[in-house]
């Protein structure tokens, strides 16, 4: 016989394949016998017709296409002979599923043989039908199903029932049809149909609240009999595991017995006793019976309020934490994740077990337990519980100290009853696990230090001892010498001492030792050392006999590749050595840092935002408050509508005021002077607190440790006073906010001359004594509400402008977009321009007009000049 004809035996096909030894050889065999199955299906030979699709099974199930054989199972299934159906039917429901739209030409040989008197082809019927059954089949068929849901024998049953599970999700219209049939197979004394009636059951409650109220009222007793007829049934060999009886049908009935009683009082009590019973009486040394115990306690939380079952049920999960088995402790810690919502004081009961499984050597066990302790901390415990983790923290796997750190740290921040416990906490952490530890969290702890004036010296003590035994720990490294720096005179003249503090003498030499060491450390990343150059900045204020040792460690890096230190170190050693006037000064100690403010921040919000309501404060960068003389609305001259909202973010609210794409520039600083931050440049542009020009030059700024780019510069700007502003000078003279937004004058009207392309049109928009501003609009064909505009600036001084910058801002209402301008410096006497373009679209055109309000700084002779106006009258059709 030809291996590959169609009268080739599925066994030889297998061994054939089986044989070949490489892909391309069994690509091979399966092709050939694929060609002579299409032959044989041409010729229409019904001999072989079964084994053809028996083998393009076979094909299948390798992943080999066999599309073509599909109208063989359809053949098959019409055929009299139970063989030829069960091949047929096997095919149908491995080559083909519900998507298929040949599936609709078996919709009536299933009906038929759903009515065959041989229960056999029945059962075949009924599992084809349960494995890809569509909607428009589930309709067709759903009378027969319903029909079998009561045939005699109970094979079929059970085959009808999971037949319905589909048809109900398919078609959940017809849920109602099987309410009451399946009512009757809860009476069943087969488990086999049982177990099926009672998952129908659960499935006609999700999709039909109907059902759901039907079965509450007429069945719950009748399944907590069930249940209890099950559970004190004797050995019964057929259903027995474990010596559990069938423990399938026990944890059936109790998730379905959850379904019923969940958000109904009247159900939940009474499966009370049952529940109860089940919990005590089930045995948990084998899997089978704590699979039974975990369904029962998942039904307990989830009912209606039992205090005792609850407490029970706990219990019960506490047994398990103590289980050998990685899985049972596993859901068993999820469970009490949920169940701490419900009652926190029967799970603390088991937090001694809890806090063993943080130690557990399973990662998957030591998370979810670490989650779970966190939910367990209030303020009663958290100090016996934040020492627990603390004391684990020294032993634990490098892999698991991230988490736990993060933990630590946050229990520490969130309950912390004292602040000397919570410095006392963190410097722990620090200690420890410091490479663990996330910027913001050694942050915060610097500025709950500088709140507490009287740990001063107890915390800069902490630091010196702790940086000593764990020089290491880079987060440790950086608070310490902050704090040195900071409170360098206390270290070594002892004040503050606590009582609970054990005596320590340090000297002068010793404080600038521990920078020294740090800075010189391996470890030491640039961060570090940036801190430390400001650190042995401040000591050589603090410590004048140290100073030239101090200037000589400084002096070692200003040869540093790194830019960053070479700049500071050349500054900073320019200061020791030229400028002792004015060191003290930039040495002085930094401010108190606003604790609600830095919160905030950490949160995403901003407590500096500025009100909208009338005659509030309105609280400034440096901590001052200013009272608001009108909402921030009629800062342009706007309706309250258009007003950002003050919860925005700062960055959210500038980028509103000044356009989408435009970027806030702040003034350029002259050398004493410090930048701006883009909270300054939003007030000093809305001319809100924006201090006068001063013709005395600025005193100096104090210097901050973690001035110049370190990851610190948002702790210094929390509660710094803002840095004096440059001098500026304006035509118009220096007017109060009220003038500015009241007083200025209009400018001329402007207007667009309407034609066939795009308009055109040039009106000065700004002009002072030296400075014209001119737009020259014109409109985009279709896009009314877009205009652009081109801005061009003429100098009318004989004096040339240097570092020119304009801004505009504008209400929330526009969109406004600016391209770079063409250049900074401005020719004197007209002799040139400076030209930028700007792109607005109005989101209410035809209801409001257009307004700006602009902004111009440049430097005449290295002197800062600004310039401001208001445009409000722009042309109507803008």
């Known amino acids: 016989m030809n291996p590959f004809s169609s009268g080739t035996r599925?066994?030889?096909?297998?061994?054939?394949?089986?044989?070949?030894k490489t892909a391309a050889e069994e690509r091979g065999v399966v092709r050939k016998e694929c060609a002579a199955i299409r032959d044989s299906i041409s010729e229409n030979d019904p001999d072989y017709r079964h084994r053809n699709l028996a083998k393009l099974m076979f094909i299948h199930m390798l992943g080999y296409p066999t599309h073509f054989g599909q109208m063989e199972c359809l053949k098959l299934i019409a055929s009299p002979g139970f063989p030829e159906k069960r091949i047929g039917y096997l095919g149908l429901m491995l080559l083909l599923d519900e998507r298929q739209e040949v599936l609709m030409l078996v919709t009536n040989s299933i009906k038929q043989d759903l009515n065959h008197t041989n229960q056999y082809i029945v059962g075949l019927a009924l599992c084809a039908l349960g494995n890809i059954c569509s909607a428009e089949m589930a309709r067709d068929l759903a009378p027969e199903v319903e029909r079998l849901l009561q045939f005699r024998d109970p094979n079929i049953r059970k085959k009808a029932a999971l037949c319905s599970i589909r048809i109900i999700k398919k078609v959940p219209d017809l849920a109602e049809n099987f309410v009451k049939p399946v009512a009757a197979l809860l009476k069943e004394k087969h488990h086999g149909v049982l177990i099926t009636g009672v998952q129908l059951c659960a499935d006609l409650c999700k999709v039909s609240p109907e059902a759901l109220d039907y079965f509450r009222k007429k069945c719950t007793d009748g399944l907590v009999k069930v249940l209890k007829d099950v559970a004190n049934s004797p050995y019964a060999p057929e259903y027995d595991i474990s010596g559990i009886t069938d423990p399938f049908l026990h944890t059936r009935l109790l998730k379905l017995l959850r379904v019923l009683g969940q958000g109904n009082a009247d159900a939940s009590d009474s499966m009370n006793d049952i529940l109860a019973q089940v919990a005590t009486k089930t045995e948990s040394n084998k899997n089978a019976g704590n699979a039974i115990l975990y369904e029962c306690v998942e039904t307990i939380m989830n009912i209606e309020d039992n205090g005792g079952l609850r407490v029970l049920a706990i219990n019960i999960l506490g047994r398990f934490l103590s289980n050998r088995d990685n899985n049972i402790r596993y859901v068993a810690l999820n469970m009490l994740m949920r169940a701490i919502a419900v009652d926190s004081q029967a799970v603390q009961r088991h937090r001694a077990t809890i806090l063993e499984c943080v130690k557990d050597s399973d990662p998957s066990i030591r998370k979810r337990a670490l989650e779970l302790v966190y939910l367990l901390v209030n303020d009663t415990n958290v100090k016996p519980l934040t020492k627990e983790l603390t004391d684990h923290l020294e032993i634990s796997d490098p892999e698991f100290k991230g988490d736990l750190t993060a933990k630590i740290c946050s229990i520490v921040e969130k309950f912390s009853p004292e602040k000397i416990w919570y410095i006392d906490q963190m410097l722990k952490v620090l200690s420890e696990a410091g490479k663990y530890v996330k910027d913001e969290v050694w942050h915060a702890l610097i500025v709950v230090i500088t709140n507490a004036s009287d740990l001063h010296g107890y915390a800069v003590r902490s630091l010196y001892r702790a940086v000593h035994t764990a020089v290491e720990q880079e987060t440790l490294v950086r608070v310490a010498v902050w704090c040195i720096g900071e409170y360098g005179e206390m270290l070594v003249n002892n004040v503050g001492r606590l009582d609970i503090e054990e005596p320590l003498t340090v000297t002068e030499s010793d404080a600038v030792d521990v920078v020294e060491t740090s800075i010189k450390s391996h470890s030491c990343d640039l961060t570090s050392q940036a801190m430390c150059l400001i650190a042995l900045l401040k000591l050589s204020s603090r410590f004048p006999s140290c100073s030239q040792r101090i200037n000589d460690i400084i002096g070692q890096y200003k040869g540093s590749f790194v830019l960053e230190l070479q700049q500071r170190a050349i500054e900073f050693n320019s200061i020791i050595e030229r400028?002792?006037?004015?060191?003290?000064?930039?040495?002085?100690?930094?401010?108190?840092?606003?604790?609600?403010?830095?919160?905030?921040?950490?949160?995403?919000?901003?407590?500096?935002?500025?009100?909208?309501?009338?005659?509030?404060?309105?609280?400034?960068?440096?901590?001052?408050?200013?009272?608001?003389?009108?909402?921030?609305?009629?800062?342009?001259?706007?309706?309250?509508?258009?007003?950002?909202?003050?919860?925005?973010?700062?960055?959210?609210?500038?980028?509103?005021?000044?356009?989408?794409?435009?970027?806030?520039?702040?003034?350029?600083?002259?050398?004493?002077?410090a930048q701006k931050s883009g909270s300054d440049v939003l007030l000093d542009l809305l001319s809100i607190g924006t201090p006068p020009a001063q013709s005395s030059p600025s005193p100096p700024q104090v210097l901050s440790s973690t001035d110049n780019g370190s990851p610190l510069d948002i702790l210094d700007r929390l509660s710094t006073p803002s840095a004096p502003s440059a001098q500026v000078s304006s035509t118009s003279g220096n007017s109060s906010m009220l003038d500015l937004l009241n007083g200025l004058p209009s400018s001329p009207p402007m207007s667009v001359t309407e034609g066939n392309g795009p308009a055109h049109s040039s009106v000065t928009a700004f002009e002072s004594s030296s400075l014209r501003l001119t737009f020259n609009f014109s409109k985009q064909p279709g896009n009314p509400q877009t205009t652009l505009i081109d801005g061009s600036f003429t100098n009318k001084s004989q004096d040339v402008f240097t570092d020119f910058i304009f801004q505009a801002a504008v209400p929330k209402f526009l969109q406004l977009q600016m391209d770079p301008a063409s250049g900074n410096t401005l020719p004197a006497s007209g002799n040139g321009s400076i030209t930028q373009k700007l792109k607005i679209t109005n989101s209410q055109h035809g209801k409001k007009s257009l307004v700006m309000r602009i902004r111009i700084s440049y430097k005449v002779n290295n002197k800062d000049i600004l310039e401001e106006g208001q445009i409000s009258n722009f042309p109507r059709d803008l």
């Open 10 to 20: 599925l066994r030889d096909m297998i061994r054939a394949i089986r044989a070949c």
């Open 579 to 673: 400028h002792q006037n004015m060191r003290s000064s930039l040495a002085e100690r930094m401010p108190v840092l606003d604790e609600a403010t830095f919160s905030g921040r950490r949160a995403g919000s901003v407590p500096a935002a500025v009100s909208t309501s009338q005659g509030v404060s309105v609280n400034l960068p440096n901590g001052s408050a200013k009272l608001s003389t009108a909402p921030v609305a009629d800062l342009l001259d706007l309706s309250l509508d258009d007003a950002p909202a003050p919860s925005s973010s700062g960055g959210e609210f500038l980028q509103d005021l000044l356009g989408v794409n435009l970027m806030p520039v702040s003034l350029q600083p002259d050398t004493n002077q």
